[in-house]
Each structure stands twice: as structure tokens, then as C-alpha cells.
């Protein structure tokens, strides 16, 4: 067995190519007499050179390093890319095991894997036979790692060229193109089980369906990325090249078996044997990959010319010909499967179909039919889109399906019903209300006009589509019309577009229309239920079956109502002012109550409350209010930059890009890593260390590594970012305390202060101004007291005890009860 190595050299001409530049004395002489220095040589590419290497020899060499007296220590990195190559090689033997497929080939297989690992060991100082590996906490041996190498002296003149070396005659492209297939593929087995563990803490209660929404979209888009750098190969093989983007994926595997069986690829795929089940099909996900196909065969071409459902098939449609394989083990599942995905995919393409009909006619559907955003429907657009079947398209499928089997047959998924009770919990906080002439209303708080859209689209998906009240109507209009027009039986039954597409389909695949079956083909049919996949009967099963599609509408739900939060806050201002009233009451220590999102809200908005400088003195309170609201003459251009507005954090910004898909999935996901990397830096022990890597450039990830990062740091990020922060409820509280408070300085202190509200509005331009005048009051009396140079602590001025004292009673009273609602 022979080991190849693949090493890049430059050219000899830049290797060889002598430095021109003079210096000193010679220099300047050189320079007097016009000579300059030569011109390099343009820069070439790096060339690869291949060595090959015996097992034999490979151990030999490795006995030779162990047995030095002055050993080297392996270096970390090829450490690391050892294990990693041993641990791929043995899955990849593993499967080879497991399937069955070609005992002797994977013998030998498993020789080299055992070899390798022994080098590993030995290498390492993890043998019995070996060296003791060194403590962690030992001196680094500074000495020269090279030493025991007999290195012979190159004399200066001697050229130092890339030797060319005698390669092997076997072309070895094959066998590496089918190993970066397998790592490819088992890639994706590595994202799916995460995906599955994801939505399996969600089950337990231990991640929010957003965050297990995130992961599998971040799960899905490096999944994309990898078909993507895996597409510019070409694994069609044989004559059966195909259109369909996985299949053609596919076919090395189901080749190099073939061959490996002693059996013909080519005579197999035009018998009834491609019918039987085999190990790998359920590795290359070909179960699900044969539903897709079916579906957008019929999609593709008859999405025009037959009215939904289309006529679709079961799985047991292709085994006419061989119906006793239908009761081996795993076929059972399989049909459960084809059916359950179809109908996902029926409600899907409905939705689909009819918004572009609405479109064509000029019709407002928004009300009507749902938002469709989620990856599962995007990837099943490009089914009748394209004609084609992707392996982005059928890993998302296989998501899907994997969902529901983490949670069986419940009519009423956790994520369902989550997402209804984060429909609610909406409702509540909106207050939606409609008044005698049908004018939407939201009780006691009114909305800029430039809000009105916004507003409107948390109706939308409030009161229409997260309760599904239009749509099932809309659905079940269809499904009468079905029933008048079966598109099963005898073909002459059928509607006469169904039959003159069928024909076509027949012509195209260089079918008879008019040669009818064989009698054994009849009878097989007969005996079998070959009707086509009606869709679900059930009003929600879009939402009851595609976890996709409800944490990307929780999460669509989440962005608005932080939007529309920050919104309002910034029109009332009470958040603004009780901001600053806390904050003062805390830096004092007049109270000794913790209001768990004021605490939140200064440590996200420090910005626009305080301009970065959180204040701890009277003086530095009234004064960072008065500054940050205008009131001081420093603020000359308080108006134009409008400074004292909240604004989203960053996690938020790029929650937001990936509900809207404006800059696409990669660059929305990209954005949010980034703020994951930032907090994964904040977490981890900070040591004086000086930075060897090039700033503003991150290292490569694998697969595994980006998905364990999501997992890890997503919820940490969501819980500690303002997504979950109840800004409309919190303005409504503020709005309360404040005129609490006016009324204490009234009655207790004679303190009028007029409130500044336009008939109409619910918002009340004087609720800055009143904190402004507590604390200003307090400044000025905590000077008095400073110069009189008192002993006594100072205890803050009667307005600002008043207002404490009005603070802690509503609070108590009222905001208590709405801590765990704001959130």
C-alpha cells in the first residue's frame, strides 16, 4: 500500500533568483554609473509536486523519529489534522461495515487506518513502548526541533530547485473524488444530527423555537455553501447524467457499489433491481430525494394546465412491477413519508400558486394568504420553479420529516403550540380593537403615521395568518372542487386537460399513449391503491407539520413587535425619563427595589441615555439628562441627530436582515456570527496576550465547528440582546408612573407641572420635563449642602424623596405584576 504526499513548491525561477540590490559604497558608485538593479522575475504559481510513500517505508520513518535521541515533539496542528483524517477515515470504514459492500477492499482500508493510528501514538508518546509525553505545566524546549536530522551543507552557488519526482501511473482522481463525496455526505449527517439535537432541547424546554429555528438555518445555509464548492465537479457518470443536481451526486456511489459487486450500473438502473432498497440510498437520503422528483416532474410541467392538488402518485405508484417489496422492513416508513411530504408540499405549492394569480390580477392577497419565508418553502419553490431537485431542497425535507419524528404523531407539536401562545401573548401587548365604523384601534396608545404598515402587518399575522382563519376557507374551496373532478382511474374519466397533458408526458419519455400496460402490470394494479396524494383535510396542517415555518413566523412576530416597541418608546419618551429617574434613585441608594428591565435597558441603551457615561453623582444626573434632551448648550445639533432615540442592537439588526431575506441567508447569518464571536470572545479568560493573526481576518470553520458555535452561544446572545424586551407594554407602564408621580409633587409639594398632550394622541411631551425638574431640584440642593460641608449624609431633596416614594409605591402596586410579561 502506498501513501501520497502533495507538496507546493515554487518555481525554480523565483526560488533561484538572486537578489539584485546593492548597498553602501557600492551602491552609490552603481548609482553614479547609471546601473541599476535587474528587474525580478514575474511571479508564478505555486506548483504541486506528488511523493509517493510506502506503508512500509512510512513506518520505518516513524521508528526512526521514535527512536532518536534527541526526539521532536509533534506539533499541535498536524496533531489535530491526524486525528481528524484517522477519525473520517474510520466513519468511512464504518459505513463500508455496516453496508456490507466489499469486505476485502475495506480490510485493507482498516490495515491503513490501524497504521496510521500506531504513528499517531507513537509520535505522540501515547504508546507503552514510547517516551513520556511531557506535562502541561513544563518549560518549552527552545532548543532546535531539527537538530537530529542529518542535514548535508548546501554550498551558497549551488541552485536549490523542486526535484522532480516519479509519480505513479494510477490516476488516483477517481478514488479522491469519492472520498471528498463521502466526506461531503457525511457533512451532511453531521449538520442533521445537530439540527435534530437542537429541536430536541426545544422539546425539552431548553432553547425558544427562534433560537432552534436559527441553528437550523445556519445549519441549512452551510449546507448550501458545501453543494455549492461540491457543484463544480462532475459526478455524472455513465450514460444517466441527470437533471436533477443530487442525482447526479448519487451516482458515483451507486457505480462504484455496482462495480464493486461484480454487477452492471447501466443494466441495473433499466431493470426492476433499482427498485430494491440498499444501504446507501438511505445515506444519500434517496428516499426523500425520489418524493421531491416525483413532485416536480408533475409540478413543472402541469403547474399551468391542472388546477391544485396535482396529480401526484404514492411511492407504491414505481413498484407495479415488483408490489412484494412494498412488505419488506423500511418500505412501510418510507411511504409514510412520500405521503406526509407531499401533502406538506401540496399546502406549500397552493399558497404559492394562488399569490402569483393574485399578482397577475392586480388582488390584495396579504390579508388572505400566509407569508411563506421559511426555508422549507423556498427551497420546495424551485421544485416547479426549475424542474429540479437539489440537495439543499432534500436535506431541508429531510429536516422537516426529522421534526415531526422527534415529537411523533401529536396533532398539536410544541412548536405549534408556542407559536400560538406567542401569537397571544401579541394580542395582548397590542391590544388590537376595532370601533364602530371598522376602524382598527389600539386602545391607549396611538402610532406615528409613519408606523401605520407596521402596525398593519402585526395585525395581519395576529388576528389572520398565526390563527389561520382565512386560509383554511380559502383551501377547502378547493378541495370541493377536487371532489367533482376525481384525477384518479381509467384515463378516459379523467378532466380532458389532465389527459392531454398526460399524453404529452408519455410522448416526451418516447411512450405509446395509445399501448396499454401488460396484463401482469394490470393486475398488480388492481390489487394495489394507486390513487393520487390528496392533500390534508386538517385547517392547520401547514403549521402542525413544518417547524420551519413556525419559528420563522415566531420569529418574524419577535422582530416586529421590538421594531414597533422602539418605535413607540421613542415617540412617549417615558422609558427615556424613567431611565434617567432610576438611575438616579439607584446611584444614591434612595431605594433598595431592582427593576430587572430598567437594569436591561440601561446596559443596552447606555448610548442614548447617558452618552456613554453612566452618571453616579446629583450633579451628573441632572446634567447627562439635560445634555442627552437638548437642555444644555452643548447639544447644538440635538435636533438633526435626534441622539436620545433607542435604536436594535446589532444581534437584532441581523435577526431582522434574516426575516427579511434583503441581504440574503449567508450575509444575514454572517452578521449574526459575528456578534456570536464577539461574546465568545467577551466569555473567555482574558490574559495579556499578543495577537499572531492578521487583524480583521477570522480563521475557516468546518462544518462542525460553525454549528457547535450557533448551539453554544445563539441563546446566550437572544437572552442578553433587547429581542425579548417588551418596549410597547413597558412605555404603557412608564406612561402610569410618570402621572403618578406629577400627582405625588402636586399634592405632596405644591409642584404643578402642566402636561403638553395634542388632543388625539396618547403621548405626553411633559414627562421628560417632569424627571427633569426632580433632578434638577436635587442638584441644586445636594451643592447647598456640599458647601455647607455637613456631616450628615445627604438624603436627596424633597422632590426626589416624593418621587421615590411614588416610584416604590407603583411599582409595588402595578409594575411588579408586569415584570414577567415585559420580556
Given at each position: 500500500?502506498?501513501?501520497?504526499?502533495?507538496?507546493?513548491t515554487q518555481a525554480p525561477e523565483i526560488i533561484t533568483a538572486p537578489s539584485q540590490r546593492l548597498k553602501g559604497k557600492v551602491r552609490k558608485l552603481a548609482k553614479q554609473a547609471g546601473s541599476g538593479s535587474a528587474p525580478l522575475a514575474p511571479a508564478?504559481?505555486?506548483?504541486?509536486?506528488?511523493?509517493?510513500?510506502?506503508?512500509?517505508?512510512?513506518?520505518?520513518?516513524?521508528?526512526?523519529?521514535?527512536?532518536?535521541?534527541?526526539?521532536?515533539?509533534?506539533?499541535?496542528?498536524?496533531?489535530?489534522?491526524?486525528?481528524?483524517?484517522?477519525?473520517?477515515?474510520?466513519?468511512?470504514a464504518q459505513w463500508y461495515k455496516d453496508s456490507g459492500a466489499h469486505v476485502e477492499a475495506n480490510d485493507g482500508h482498516l490495515h491503513f487506518i490501524e497504521i496510521l493510528r500506531n504513528a499517531f501514538n507513537a509520535l505522540s508518546a501515547k504508546d507503552?513502548?514510547?517516551?513520556?509525553?511531557?506535562?502541561?505545566?513544563?518549560?518549552?524546549?527552545?532548543?532546535?526541533?531539527?537538530?537530529?536530522?542529518?542535514?548535508?551543507?548546501?554550498?551558497?552557488?549551488?541552485?536549490?530547485?523542486?526535484?522532480?519526482?516519479?509519480?505513479?501511473?494510477?490516476?488516483?482522481?477517481?478514488?479522491?473524488?469519492?472520498?471528498?463525496?463521502?466526506?461531503?455526505?457525511?457533512?451532511?449527517?453531521?449538520?442533521?444530527?445537530?439540527?435534530?439535537?437542537?429541536?430536541?432541547?426545544?422539546?425539552?424546554?431548553?432553547?425558544?423555537?427562534?433560537?432552534?429555528?436559527?441553528?437550523?438555518?445556519?445549519?441549512?445555509?452551510?449546507?448550501?455553501?458545501?453543494?455549492?464548492?461540491?457543484?463544480?465537479?462532475?459526478?455524472?457518470?455513465?450514460?444517466?447524467?441527470?437533471?436533477?443536481?443530487?442525482?447526479?451526486?448519487?451516482?458515483?456511489?451507486?457505480?462504484?457499489?455496482?462495480?464493486?459487486?461484480?454487477?452492471?450500473?447501466?443494466?441495473?438502473?433499466?431493470?426492476?433491481?433499482?427498485?430494491?432498497?440498499?444501504?446507501?440510498?438511505?445515506?444519500?437520503?434517496?428516499?426523500?430525494?425520489?418524493?421531491?422528483?416525483?413532485?416536480?416532474?408533475?409540478?413543472?410541467?402541469?403547474?399551468?394546465?391542472?388546477?391544485?392538488?396535482?396529480?401526484?402518485?404514492?411511492?407504491?405508484?414505481?413498484?407495479?412491477?415488483?408490489?412484494?417489496?412494498?412488505?419488506?422492513?423500511?418500505?412501510?416508513?418510507?411511504?409514510?413519508?412520500?405521503?406526509?411530504?407531499?401533502?406538506?408540499?401540496?399546502?406549500?405549492?397552493?399558497?404559492?400558486?394562488?399569490?402569483?394569480?393574485?399578482?397577475?390580477?392586480?388582488?390584495?392577497?396579504?390579508?388572505?394568504?400566509?407569508?411563506?419565508?421559511?426555508?422549507?418553502?423556498?427551497?420546495?419553490?424551485?421544485?416547479?420553479?426549475?424542474?429540479?431537485?437539489?440537495?439543499?431542497?432534500?436535506?431541508?425535507?429531510?429536516?422537516?420529516?426529522?421534526?415531526?419524528?422527534?415529537?411523533?404523531?401529536?396533532?398539536?407539536?410544541?412548536?405549534?403550540?408556542?407559536?400560538?401562545?406567542?401569537?397571544?401573548?401579541?394580542?395582548?401587548?397590542?391590544?388590537?380593537?376595532?370601533?364602530?365604523?371598522?376602524?382598527?384601534?389600539?386602545?391607549?396608545?396611538?402610532?406615528?403615521?409613519?408606523?401605520?404598515?407596521?402596525?398593519?402587518?402585526?395585525?395581519?399575522?395576529?388576528?389572520?395568518?398565526?390563527?389561520?382563519?382565512?386560509?383554511?376557507?380559502?383551501?377547502?374551496?378547493?378541495?370541493?372542487?377536487?371532489?367533482?373532478?376525481?384525477?384518479?382511474?381509467?384515463?378516459?374519466?379523467?378532466?380532458?386537460?389532465?389527459?392531454?397533458?398526460?399524453?404529452?408526458?408519455?410522448?416526451?419519455?418516447?411512450?405509446?399513449?395509445?399501448?396499454?400496460?401488460?396484463?401482469?402490470?394490470?393486475?398488480?394494479?388492481?390489487?394495489?391503491?394507486?390513487?393520487?396524494?390528496?392533500?390534508?383535510?386538517?385547517?392547520?396542517?401547514?403549521?402542525?407539520?413544518?417547524?420551519?415555518?413556525?419559528?420563522?413566523?415566531?420569529?418574524?412576530?419577535?422582530?416586529?413587535?421590538?421594531?414597533?416597541?422602539?418605535?413607540?418608546?421613542?415617540?412617549?419618551?417615558?422609558?427615556?425619563?424613567?431611565?434617567?429617574?432610576?438611575?438616579?434613585?439607584?446611584?444614591?441608594?434612595?431605594?433598595?427595589?431592582?427593576?430587572?428591565?430598567?437594569?436591561?435597558?440601561?446596559?443596552?441603551?447606555?448610548?442614548?441615555?447617558?452618552?456613554?457615561?453612566?452618571?453616579?453623582?446629583?450633579?451628573?444626573?441632572?446634567?447627562?439628562?439635560?445634555?442627552?434632551?437638548?437642555?444644555?448648550?452643548?447639544?447644538?445639533?440635538?435636533?438633526?441627530?435626534?441622539?436620545?432615540?433607542?435604536?436594535?442592537?446589532?444581534?437584532?439588526?441581523?435577526?431582522?436582515?434574516?426575516?427579511?431575506?434583503?441581504?440574503?441567508?449567508?450575509?444575514?447569518?454572517?452578521?449574526?456570527?459575528?456578534?456570536?464571536?464577539?461574546?465568545?470572545?467577551?466569555?473567555?479568560?482574558?490574559?495579556?496576550?499578543?495577537?499572531?493573526?492578521?487583524?480583521?481576518?477570522?480563521?475557516?470553520?468546518?462544518?462542525?465547528?460553525?454549528?457547535?458555535?450557533?448551539?453554544?452561544?445563539?441563546?446566550?446572545?437572544?437572552?442578553?440582546?433587547?429581542?425579548?424586551?417588551?418596549?410597547?407594554?413597558?412605555?404603557?407602564?412608564?406612561?402610569?408612573?410618570?402621572?403618578?408621580?406629577?400627582?405625588?409633587?402636586?399634592?405632596?409639594?405644591?409642584?404643578?407641572?402642566?402636561?403638553?398632550?395634542?388632543?388625539?394622541?396618547?403621548?405626553?411631551?411633559?414627562?421628560?420635563?417632569?424627571?427633569?425638574?426632580?433632578?434638577?431640584?436635587?442638584?441644586?440642593?445636594?451643592?447647598?449642602?456640599?458647601?455647607?460641608?455637613?456631616?450628615?449624609?445627604?438624603?436627596?431633596?424633597?422632590?426626589?424623596?416624593?418621587?421615590?416614594?411614588?416610584?416604590?409605591?407603583?411599582?409595588?402596586?402595578?409594575?411588579?405584576?408586569?415584570?414577567?410579561?415585559?420580556?
Amino acid at each position: 500500500m502506498r501513501m501520497t504526499l502533495t507538496i507546493l513548491t515554487q518555481a525554480p525561477e523565483i526560488i533561484t533568483a538572486p537578489s539584485q540590490r546593492l548597498k553602501g559604497k557600492v551602491r552609490k558608485l552603481a548609482k553614479q554609473a547609471g546601473s541599476g538593479s535587474a528587474p525580478l522575475a514575474p511571479a508564478r504559481p505555486a506548483r504541486s509536486v506528488t511523493y509517493m510513500m510506502s506503508t512500509n517505508e512510512l513506518v520505518a520513518r516513524v521508528q526512526a523519529v521514535v527512536q532518536s535521541p534527541k526526539r521532536p515533539a509533534l506539533p499541535a496542528g498536524i496533531c489535530s489534522v491526524l486525528e481528524r483524517a484517522i477519525a473520517a477515515r474510520q466513519r468511512c470504514a464504518q459505513w463500508y461495515k455496516d453496508s456490507g459492500a466489499h469486505v476485502e477492499a475495506n480490510d485493507g482500508h482498516l490495515h491503513f487506518i490501524e497504521i496510521l493510528r500506531n504513528a499517531f501514538n507513537a509520535l505522540s508518546a501515547k504508546d507503552t513502548g514510547g517516551g513520556v509525553a511531557e506535562s502541561a505545566h513544563s518549560q518549552v524546549d527552545l532548543s532546535n526541533i531539527f537538530e537530529a536530522l542529518e542535514v548535508q551543507e548546501v554550498d551558497d552557488e549551488f541552485p536549490v530547485i523542486a526535484v522532480d519526482v516519479s509519480t505513479s501511473s494510477m490516476n488516483p482522481s477517481a478514488a479522491r473524488e469519492t472520498y471528498e463525496l463521502f466526506c461531503f455526505v457525511d457533512d451532511l449527517h453531521t449538520i442533521q444530527g445537530d439540527i435534530q439535537a437542537i429541536w430536541r432541547r426545544f422539546a425539552k424546554g431548553e432553547v425558544d423555537i427562534k433560537v432552534a429555528n436559527i441553528v437550523t438555518q445556519a445549519g441549512l445555509d452551510v449546507v448550501k455553501r458545501l453543494e455549492q464548492e461540491h457543484s463544480g465537479r462532475n459526478n455524472s457518470c455513465g450514460h444517466h447524467g441527470s437533471k436533477h443536481p443530487h442525482i447526479n451526486l448519487a451516482m458515483p456511489v451507486f457505480y462504484t457499489e455496482s462495480y464493486m459487486n461484480g454487477e452492471d450500473p447501466d443494466e441495473i438502473l433499466n431493470t426492476v433491481k433499482s427498485l430494491e432498497h440498499r444501504a446507501f440510498h438511505d445515506f444519500l437520503y434517496l428516499p426523500t430525494t425520489r418524493t421531491l422528483m416525483k413532485f416536480a416532474d408533475v409540478a413543472y410541467k402541469l403547474k399551468d394546465q391542472v388546477a391544485w392538488p396535482l396529480p401526484v402518485f404514492p411511492m407504491r405508484f414505481g413498484y407495479i412491477s415488483r408490489p412484494e417489496l412494498l412488505e419488506l422492513p423500511g418500505y412501510k416508513q418510507q411511504e409514510d413519508d412520500d405521503e406526509l411530504l407531499t401533502q406538506i408540499l401540496h399546502d406549500v405549492y397552493l399558497i404559492d400558486d394562488s399569490r402569483k394569480i393574485a399578482r397577475d390580477h392586480g388582488m390584495d392577497y396579504r390579508g388572505t394568504l400566509p407569508i411563506l419565508q421559511d426555508e422549507f418553502a423556498k427551497s420546495a419553490r424551485t421544485l416547479w420553479e426549475t424542474g429540479r431537485v437539489s440537495t439543499y431542497a432534500v436535506f431541508t425535507s429531510r429536516i422537516v420529516l426529522d421534526i415531526l419524528e422527534i415529537y411523533g404523531s401529536s396533532d398539536q407539536p410544541p412548536f405549534a403550540t408556542q407559536l400560538k401562545d406567542d401569537c397571544m401573548r401579541a394580542a395582548d401587548t397590542m391590544e388590537f380593537v376595532t370601533d364602530d365604523l371598522g376602524r382598527l384601534d389600539t386602545k391607549e396608545v396611538r402610532w406615528l403615521t409613519k408606523d401605520q404598515q407596521l402596525i398593519m402587518d402585526l395585525h395581519r399575522r395576529i388576528t389572520l395568518q398565526i390563527p389561520d382563519k382565512a386560509f383554511p376557507q380559502f383551501k377547502e374551496y378547493f378541495l370541493k372542487g377536487y371532489a367533482k373532478h376525481p384525477r384518479s382511474g381509467p384515463i378516459e374519466d379523467m378532466p380532458p386537460e389532465f389527459q392531454a397533458a398526460y399524453r404529452q408526458r408519455m410522448i416526451e419519455r418516447g411512450e405509446d399513449p395509445d399501448d396499454g400496460p401488460s396484463e401482469e402490470h394490470r393486475r398488480n394494479a388492481a390489487k394495489m391503491d394507486l390513487e393520487p396524494i390528496e392533500p390534508s383535510q386538517q385547517h392547520d396542517f401547514l403549521q402542525t407539520q413544518n417547524a420551519l415555518y413556525c419559528g420563522s413566523l415566531s420569529l418574524q412576530l419577535m422582530c416586529l413587535l421590538e421594531e414597533a416597541g422602539i418605535s413607540l418608546a421613542n415617540h412617549h419618551l417615558s422609558i427615556f425619563a424613567t431611565a434617567h429617574l432610576y438611575n438616579a434613585l439607584q446611584q444614591l441608594s434612595l431605594t433598595e427595589i431592582k427593576w430587572p428591565d430598567f437594569e436591561r435597558i440601561i446596559d443596552l441603551h447606555t448610548e442614548a441615555l447617558f452618552a456613554n457615561d453612566v452618571p453616579k453623582t446629583a450633579a451628573d444626573c441632572y446634567r447627562r439628562m439635560a445634555y442627552r434632551t437638548g437642555y444644555s448648550g452643548a447639544s447644538r445639533t440635538f435636533d438633526k441627530k435626534k441622539p436620545w432615540k433607542f435604536r436594535t442592537g446589532a444581534a437584532s439588526a441581523s435577526l431582522r436582515q434574516l426575516v427579511d431575506s434583503k441581504d440574503g441567508l449567508e450575509h444575514a447569518l454572517l452578521q449574526l456570527e459575528t456578534q456570536i464571536d464577539n461574546h465568545a470572545t467577551q466569555q473567555a479568560v482574558r490574559k495579556p496576550k499578543k495577537s499572531t493573526t492578521t487583524p480583521g481576518r477570522r480563521r475557516q470553520l468546518n462544518p462542525a465547528q460553525i454549528m457547535s458555535r450557533f448551539q453554544q452561544y445563539l441563546p446566550i446572545v437572544l437572552v442578553l440582546k433587547d429581542m425579548d424586551l417588551n418596549y410597547i407594554t413597558l412605555t404603557k407602564t412608564c406612561n402610569a408612573l410618570i402621572k403618578a408621580i406629577r400627582a405625588a409633587l402636586r399634592s405632596e409639594l405644591g409642584i404643578h407641572i402642566p402636561t403638553s398632550q395634542a388632543i388625539g394622541e396618547s403621548n405626553d411631551h411633559s414627562v421628560v420635563a417632569v424627571v427633569l425638574l426632580v433632578l434638577g431640584e436635587n442638584q441644586s440642593k445636594a451643592a447647598v449642602h456640599e458647601r455647607k460641608k455637613s456631616k450628615a449624609a445627604f438624603e436627596g431633596s424633597p422632590e426626589l424623596q416624593v418621587a421615590c416614594k411614588a416610584f416604590e409605591a407603583f411599582f409595588n402596586d402595578h409594575a411588579k405584576r408586569t415584570i414577567g410579561n415585559s420580556s
